[in-house]
């Protein structure tokens, strides 16, 4: 098997740091789970980059992925949380790209999962506006993959547990270790080896009042503001973390 993972900071793993500083992620463990399943290798290349619109990921990506030698045999493409946050979101737009990755896949040969993202609009600033663009994407998408029999869909945006305060990293934005590998379990059952879900159980909530907001606007909001500002991108000068094939050694992951 030869899986390759296109998309944004979801997709590249920011929020399941590990001790070196660099991040793992929900697609790392399925390409580890898949390799612990099977009976035959596992190679894997993850082309994602924080911070990237629709059409960097489709227009950069996808064609990169698809040029790899050999070709793979496994994509999984995720996009648009991004760009939901940027004014003049339109979902339309958006469908149309992944339209062009299926379309893309199909024509070499390539089985395709799309992923929707985890939802985290429950503590994040003008969360309802983005819950709302969400909910019309997540539809789009529904309806595009059942017009798709080549295509396979993982919905993480409607998991009402992956919601909850303790799946996310302390930006709010990302998941941390534990959503990662919730959202691993539900791609790796969808491709037919069945994973439970890991869950958090019972837990406090992270500290509230002004001092814990204010403190969370001057780390994480702000310096996001100022990007975009100045028309930067966290992505800015990243280049992929795997961009070639390597074997997957199910027990490192």
Known sequence: MRFAAIGDSFTEGVGDELDDGSVRGWADLVAAGLAQAGEEPVHYSNLAIRGRLI???????????????????????????????????????????????????????????????????ARLPRGSLIRSRGDEFLEATREFAATRPDVTFV?????????????????????????????????LTALGVETELPEAGATEDPPAGPVAEARYYATYVLPWLARRL??????????????????VDPIAQ
């Open 55 to 121: 059409a960097p990921i489709v227009d950069q990506q996808l064609e990169a992925a698809l040029s790899l030698e050999p070709r793979p045999t496994l994509m999984t493409f995720n996009g648009g949380g991004n760009d939901m946050m940027r004014p003049g979101f339109g979902v339309e737009r958006v469908m149309d790209y992944a339209a062009r990755v299926a379309d893309r896949c199909a024509e070499e040969g390539v089985a395709l999962v799309v992923l929707s993202g985890g939802d985290p609009t």
């Open 155 to 187: 919905d993480n945006w409607s998991d009402a547990e992956l919601r909850r305060a303790p799946y996310w990293a302390p930006d709010r934005l990302h998941l941390n270790s534990l959503g990662h590998s919730r959202v691993a379990a539900r791609v």
């Open 230 to 247: 100045a028309r930067r991108s966290s992505g800015d000068g990243r280049e992929p973390k795997h961009p070639h094939w390597s074997l």
